[in-house]
């Protein structure tokens, strides 16, 4: 697998891209932007588990149960069309006949995204403009522009793509995200089953069911394990789109090249993931939380969970406090097993608490420890073999202010 510089969306053959300023954004900045495949392309998403969801997620859900391919996605920015009643949905239709007129395609072939502020209606007229504008401006050298059209209050892109060898042919995927605040993803996938964004984009030929089971344990390892603020988004959607302009036989599960596809995708998403804890509002420092000894996985991901969430930790970590008893007294409370006179705690590779208890180091040596922009800690509960990580960011003022003044 080998890292593309610069590689977004349009990196796999068959695809291009758009990403146009048309009025949503007060700003004027960019807001709409379109992904298309020059042929159908089987499609596997994953979408917010909030019991309230947007208008385009409930549009996304049921496209995707009927449908095995697409051609096309369409994003706006500057408005979630959340909590819209039935003009959101009516919108949100709105939004894939219009974006299936100017593609010369049918309404089944396209999937529809919005991010932005809940409670209002998207501006329908500028809507369709700005979908208009982008099909025009569609370009096979046009990921970087979709990738700045999707954000919202994040500071930078976030792009990635990477090639391979699969099934005896070269092979690409890319991809684009973005995401700073209201980060907590709790992703489901569908099957034939601020908010954060995702799409992917290969030349691959992928079965249908192995890329949807694909997906699904990808964005267990990745999404589904960052925080920015534990808050799940209305519109979370990650989807992936495979149209075999490479070439060669469909990727099925178990297949020689299947691993090797499979683990590109979980890369993809991982840098994707962690781009997007970086660029969390306010955001100074991404701390990675690996959690060990725990009676299982799943008991390990919700200590880790714990962790990266509390708000007291994150407020240490933006002072680069090395207030270790913190993290120890939210994994006390995360309900899980653990033995406390076992517990071992590190700040990279510095042992700071073992068997339970602190190791005699000077407050600058801890210091040192918590002061890169980067920082792991890992967690050792003593009772089993779980395991999990997540990646969390520190809690700043510049989070506050831009959350006390999101709406407005």
């Known amino acids: 697998m080998t890292l593309v510089v610069n590689g977004s969306i349009t990196t796999p053959a068959g695809y291009s891209a758009a990403g146009i300023a ?12 379109i992904i298309l495949s020059d042929r159908p392309a089987t499609v596997a998403a994953a979408f917010t588990a909030n019991r309230i969801v947007a208008a385009p997620v409930v549009h996304g859900r049921e496209l995707l149960d009927r449908c095995d391919t697409i051609r096309a996605v369409v994003v706006n920015s500057g408005n979630a069309n959340a909590c819209t009643g039935q003009r959101g949905l009516d919108d ?67 792009t990635c793509a990477v090639q ?51 997906l699904d344990r990808a964005v267990r390892g990745s999404f589904n394990a960052i925080t920015v603020d534990g808050d799940t988004s209305t519109n979370d959607t990650v989807a992936i789109l495979a149209n075999g302009a490479a070439g060669g036989a469909p990727i099925v599960e178990g297949t020689d090249g299947a691993a090797a596809f499979e683990a590109a995708v979980t890369e993809i998403c991982i840098e994707l993931a962690k781009a997007i804890v970086r660029d969390g509002e306010g955001a100074t420092r991404l701390i990675e939380i690996a959690v060990t000894g725990a009676m299982n996985d799943d008991e390990a991901r919700r200590c880790a969970g714990v962790i990266a969430n509390s708000a ?37 590779e510095l042992v700071v608490v073992d068997g339970g208890a602190p190791q005699p180091l000077e407050e600058p040596v801890l210091a040192a420890a918590v002061a890169g922009k980067e920082i792991t800690l890992t967690l050792d509960l003593g009772v089993g073999d779980g395991k999990a990580q997540m990646w969390s960011c520190d809690l700043s003022y510049d989070y506050v202010k831009i959350n006390a003044e999101y709406h407005t």
Not at 22 to 33: E, H, L, M, R, W
């Open 164 to 214: 391979l060898e699969s099934n005896g042919g070269a092979i690409a995927i890319g991809g684009i995200a973005k995401g700073s605040g209201m980060i907590g993803p709790q992703l489901v996938t569908v099957k034939p089953h601020a908010t954060m964004l995702a799409y992917l984009t290969t030349d691959a030929a992928v079965d249908v069911t192995f890329l949807r089971a694909c």
């Open 312 to 348: 007291l930790c994150k407020t240490a970590w933006f002072g680069g406090d090395p207030n270790w008893g913190r993290i120890v007294a939210a994994a006390g409370r995360a309900g899980v097993e653990l033995e406390p006179e076992a517990v071992q705690l590190r700040f990279g």
């Open 22 to 33: 048309c009025g949503i954004k007060a700003s004027g900045k960019p807001d709409v932007a």
């Open 92 to 158: 949100a239709a709105a939004m894939a006949g219009h974006a299936a007129a100017a593609l010369g395609l049918s309404t089944d072939e396209i999937l529809v995204s919005s991010t932005g502020v809940i409670g209002e209606h998207l501006p329908m007229e500028t809507v369709s403009a700005g979908i208009d504008a982008a099909a025009a401006a569609l370009s096979g050298d046009g990921g970087a522009a979709a990738a700045q059209a999707i954000l919202t209050t994040d500071l930078v892109p976030k």
